[in-house]
């Protein structure tokens, strides 16, 4: 039996990561050549776009520090007023508000302009100017010569780790401007502190540059923190625009696929019955003609043309009902008419139906049936089709002499099974996919002088998956070929549980109608004295 049929496997593209390897490799590439563009037009060798978003967080992390710096300011201009002269103090500490206030409305001006790549290294020049000049002007109060005792040492020491450890933290996003802000007082109170010439002193200046050098490399890996939250960040939304992307273009394709769908199943009905009424026509006069209703043909072979003519009529009718069968499973649309279905007697009919072709071609069936066999809840019209197409291949593709099986039976499982098996021409193996595909024909079907349409085996095939079966065929070159569909245990009546007789009456609103009654006690009925 080689009839063609439906076929999942026989274009599998390989699983794994095949598929998309050349995706992600040209991901890889375009993501080396734009970090190397942007390396080329950035001024920190980072990507143009975190250039303006570190300055952004620049600007805002001074903006909101500026009461503290404020406060700083005033303290050390309090505290040195004690020491020097109050109106050097109260000089320096104005001159100093004065730039923080500069810095203050620049980076509000900043935040207030659009993005843009000149605009950025401009600001970026223009804040590293500006925190050059704030680390000078603290280190012209921290040098000034208030006494060289241990005290005045160890508070000008105090005050340098202060300045430097909020101006790192306040520029941690721009280093180069965290560095103007910090060496330039580092420097000048190692260098006032060497000169001096006392062992303490060679300490303290050893611990003002120790700590500059902490200080730089803390603010080091905050500004690398910071890039790599900004680098992620931009990958996620990366990989947020491809998943969008991705999803509009499937959308598109599901939409296209839906419509395509819609047009076939309309052509497929338009066709069916555009093709129907002529054929009813031509079946209805062709049978008038074969039968001579109206008298003998005059010509002794018209009859044979006549029958001819009736015969391709109900092949080609059969093809359409079949075609349009394929298409309701495909498209979702076929519905079950699911009742108690002896499946047994469902095979014997089709037998009988058949007997007179496989006689004909001197074929004998041989049925091996389990008596006692309950009814199974199913499509008896969907059961019947998979039986005939099944047996109906056999009988085309056994040769003259040869036999077939029918066989149902209790699977392992507790369900029910039918076999059909034949002593044909076999299937080759490579050609069991291709018989298991819409329209698909094997070589000994294609060489038959009885060709089909390629629909019988899919069409079973699904008909079996919609009631929750398998679907098996097996096959040997000049050997022959079994097919075997099962039917699981849950739609055996047996294997539903009784009625009890003490159940507690129904209320109103979950009253059963009296037709649903009927069905209910005829499917109960059919089940009871089945073998458990």
Same mark, same amino acid.
């Given at each position: 039996?080689?009839?063609?049929?439906?076929?999942?496997?026989?274009?599998?593209?390989?699983?794994?990561?095949?598929?998309?390897?050349?995706?992600?490799?040209?991901?890889?590439?375009?993501?080396?050549?734009?970090?190397?563009?942007?390396?080329?037009?950035?001024?920190?060798?980072?990507?143009?776009?975190?250039?303006?978003?570190?300055?952004?967080?620049?600007?805002?992390?001074?903006?909101?520090?500026?009461?503290?710096?404020?406060?700083?300011?005033?303290?050390?201009?309090?505290?040195?007023?004690?020491?020097?002269?109050?109106?050097?103090?109260?000089?320096?500490?104005?001159?100093?508000?004065?730039?923080?206030?500069?810095?203050?409305?620049?980076?509000?001006?900043?935040?207030?302009?659009?993005?843009?790549?000149?605009?950025?290294?401009?600001?970026?020049?223009?804040?590293?100017?500006?925190?050059?000049?704030?680390?000078?002007?603290?280190?012209?109060?921290?040098?000034?010569?208030?006494?060289?005792?241990?005290?005045?040492?160890?508070?000008?020491?105090?005050?340098? *780790?202060?300045? $430097?450890?909020?101006? =790192?933290?306040?520029?941690? /996003?721009?280093?180069?401007? %965290?560095? &103007?802000?910090? !060496?330039?007082?580092?420097?000048?109170?190692?260098?006032?502190?060497?000169?001096?010439?006392?062992?303490?002193?060679?300490?303290?200046?050893?611990?003002?540059?120790?700590?500059?050098?902490?200080?730089?490399?803390?603010?080091?890996?905050?500004?690398?923190?910071?890039?790599?939250?900004?680098?992620?960040?931009?990958?996620?939304?990366?990989?947020?625009?491809?998943?969008?992307?991705?999803?509009?273009?499937?959308?598109?394709?599901?939409?296209?696929?839906?419509?395509?769908?819609?047009?076939?199943?309309?052509?497929?009905?338009?066709?069916?019955?555009?093709?129907?009424?002529? *054929?009813?026509? $031509?079946?209805?006069? =062709?049978?008038?003609?074969? /039968?001579?209703?109206?008298? %003998?043909? &005059?010509?002794? !072979?018209?009859?044979?043309?006549?029958?001819?003519?009736?015969?391709?009529?109900?092949?080609?009718?059969?093809?359409?009902?079949?075609?349009?069968?394929?298409?309701?499973?495909?498209?979702?649309?076929?519905?079950?008419?699911?009742?108690?279905?002896?499946?047994?007697?469902?095979?014997?009919?089709?037998?009988?139906?058949?007997?007179?072709?496989?006689?004909?071609?001197?074929?004998?069936?041989?049925?091996?049936?389990?008596?006692?066999?309950?009814?199974?809840?199913?499509?008896?019209?969907?059961?019947?089709?998979?039986?005939?197409?099944?047996?109906?291949?056999?009988?085309?593709?056994?040769?003259?002499?040869?036999?077939?099986?029918?066989?149902?039976?209790?699977?392992?499982?507790?369900?029910?099974?039918?076999?059909?098996?034949?002593?044909?021409?076999?299937?080759?193996?490579?050609?069991?996919?291709?018989?298991?595909?819409?329209?698909?024909?094997?070589?000994?079907?294609?060489?038959?002088?009885?060709?089909?349409?390629?629909?019988?085996?899919?069409?079973?095939?699904?008909?079996?998956?919609?009631?929750?079966?398998?679907?098996?065929?097996?096959?040997?070159?000049?050997?022959?070929?079994?097919?075997?569909?099962?039917?699981?245990?849950?739609?055996?009546?047996?294997?539903?549980?009784?009625?009890?007789?003490?159940?507690?009456?129904?209320?109103?609103?979950?009253?059963?109608?009296?037709?649903?009654?009927?069905?209910?006690?005829?499917?109960?009925?059919?089940?009871?004295?089945?073998?458990?």
């Amino acid at each position: 039996m080689s009839n063609p049929a439906e076929k999942p496997e026989v274009v599998q593209l390989p699983a794994g990561p095949q598929p998309t390897a050349p995706v992600n490799n040209r991901r890889v590439a375009a993501q080396r050549v734009r970090e190397a563009r942007d390396r080329l037009t950035s001024t920190s060798g980072t990507r143009p776009a975190f250039d303006a978003e570190l300055l952004r967080q620049y600007a805002q992390t001074r903006l909101s520090a500026s009461y503290v710096v404020m406060l700083l300011v005033v303290a050390t201009g309090v505290l040195f007023g004690l020491w020097m002269q109050p109106l050097i103090a109260g000089a320096w500490t104005v001159g100093m508000l004065c730039i923080h206030a500069a810095i203050i409305r620049s980076c509000a001006r900043f935040l207030g302009e659009p993005a843009s790549l000149p605009a950025t290294k401009k600001w970026r020049t223009r804040f590293v100017l500006l925190d050059l000049l704030y680390g000078l002007c603290w280190t012209a109060i921290l040098i000034h010569p208030a006494g060289r005792d241990l005290a005045s040492n160890t508070l000008m020491m105090f005050l340098m *780790l202060l300045v $430097i450890a909020v101006s =790192s933290m306040l520029a941690a /996003s721009l280093p180069i401007a %965290a560095l &103007a802000a910090t !060496v330039p007082v580092t420097v000048a109170i190692a260098v006032d502190l060497a000169l001096n010439g006392t062992f303490d002193n060679y300490v303290m200046a050893l611990l003002a540059l120790a700590a500059e050098g902490y200080f730089a490399l803390l603010a080091h890996r905050l500004h690398s923190t910071t890039l790599a939250t900004l680098e992620a960040r931009a990958e996620k939304d990366a990989l947020i625009g491809e998943l969008e992307q991705a999803k509009a273009i499937s959308d598109e394709a599901r939409h296209r696929a839906e419509s395509a769908n819609v047009a076939k199943s309309r052509f497929l009905a338009q066709m069916s019955h555009e093709l129907r009424t002529p *054929l009813n026509a $031509i079946l209805g006069f =062709s049978e008038v003609m074969k /039968s001579e209703i109206f008298g %003998a043909h &005059a010509v002794a !072979v018209y009859k044979e043309y006549s029958a001819d003519i009736h015969n391709s009529g109900v092949h080609l009718l059969n093809l359409i009902n079949e075609i349009l069968d394929l298409s309701r499973i495909e498209a979702g649309r076929y519905e079950l008419n699911e009742e108690a279905v002896a499946l047994v007697h469902v095979v014997a009919d089709c037998h009988h139906l058949l007997k007179l072709r496989a006689s004909s071609r001197g074929i004998t069936i041989h049925e091996v049936f389990e008596q006692g066999m309950p009814r199974i809840w199913g499509d008896e019209r969907a059961v019947r089709q998979v039986v005939l197409n099944l047996l109906s291949n056999s009988i085309k593709f056994t040769p003259q002499g040869g036999e077939i099986w029918l066989k149902v039976g209790w699977t392992a499982s507790g369900g029910q099974y039918l076999s059909v098996k034949d002593t044909g021409s076999g299937i080759a193996e490579d050609e069991i996919p291709i018989v298991l595909a819409s329209f698909g024909q094997g070589s000994n079907s294609i060489k038959s002088a009885e060709q089909g349409a390629g629909l019988g085996l899919p069409i079973a095939k699904s008909l079996i998956d919609m009631h929750g079966g398998t679907f098996t065929l097996k096959s040997k070159l000049r050997i022959g070929t079994e097919v075997i569909v099962t039917f699981p245990p849950e739609r055996v009546m047996s294997a539903l549980a009784p009625m009890s007789e003490e159940a507690p009456p129904l209320q109103p609103e979950t009253t059963e109608t009296d037709d649903r009654k009927r069905v209910r006690r005829s499917i109960m009925g059919a089940g009871t004295g089945l073998r458990e």
